[in-house]
Antibody, heavy 113, light 107 residues
Framework: EVQLVESGGGLVQSGGSLRLSCAVS????????MDWVRQAPGKGLEWVAN????????NYVDSVKGRFSISRDNARDSLYLQMNSLRPEDTAVYYC??????WGQGALVTVSS | DIQMTQSPSSLSASVGDRVTITCRAS??????LCWYQQKPGRAPKSLIY???SLQSGVPSKFSGSGSGTEFTLTISSLQPEDFATYYC?????????FGPGTRVERK
């Protein structure tokens, strides 16, 4: 069974930083593209970023470019999202997802102004 | 960016109804389209990938079709557990983009 456990969410002031982690089990992590998707309260889904299995390619939505950084540790079957210069509009539940096929329960990030 | 639209934005249906949701892309995405189901307070669930391929464990009452810019998700006989919001996603180009969602409500 595939399991995804996101952690690291919380309340932060505007301009602050957070690092999300996602622990993955039940599949071959090192062979998977990994994505982050977010959902603001009461809103739809928004793709944020993804990373190639070997970490050599990373893609981002424009609204987070230069502020967020996706990374992975294949030895630890873990995915990360470093979020800097946070804004109130980054408030959302953040989901990690291998190849957009499986989903964790998400980590809530709240950015106060 | 590729813009995704869905219609209707919401619909009311009864158990046993056949339900069809349409997703349109602003440019040709071949068949690089997924469908997801999300219930309130829950994570999304993958239903269909590559336009028409069912994810493992997804019942055959769900089906997808289309190509190019117009796609459909059909639920052949709506069951109580199917009342939810449905999203399409294109993965032809970056950034990946989701449709705004279609809420399926009980009539």
């Amino acid at each position: 069974e595939v399991q995804l456990v996101e952690s690291g969410g919380g309340l932060v002031q505007s301009g602050g930083s957070l690092r999300l982690s996602c622990a993955v089990s039940g599949l071959s992590f090192s062979n998977q593209w990994m994505d982050w998707v977010r959902q603001a309260p009461g809103k739809g889904l928004e793709w944020v970023a993804n990373i190639k299995p070997d970490g050599s390619e990373k893609n981002y939505v424009d609204s987070v470019k230069g502020r967020f950084s996706i990374s992975r540790d294949n030895a630890r079957d873990s995915l990360y999202l470093q979020m800097n210069s946070l804004r109130p509009e980054d408030t959302a539940v953040y989901y990690c997802s291998p190849s957009l096929n499986y989903w964790g329960q998400g980590a809530l990030v709240t950015v106060s102004s | 960016d590729i813009q995704m639209t869905q219609s209707p934005s919401s619909l009311s249906a009864s158990v046993g109804d056949r339900v069809t949701i349409t997703c349109r892309a602003s440019q040709d995405i071949n068949n690089d389209l997924c469908w997801y189901q999300q219930k309130p307070g829950r994570a999304p669930k993958s239903l269909i990938y590559a336009t028409s391929s069912l994810q493992s464990g997804v019942p055959s009452k769900f089906s997808g079709s289309g190509s190019g810019t117009e796609f459909t998700l059909t639920i052949s006989s709506l069951q109580p557990e199917d009342f939810a919001t449905y999203y399409c996603l294109q993965y032809k180009r970056y950034p990946r983009t989701f449709g705004p969602g279609t809420r399926v409500e009980r009539k």
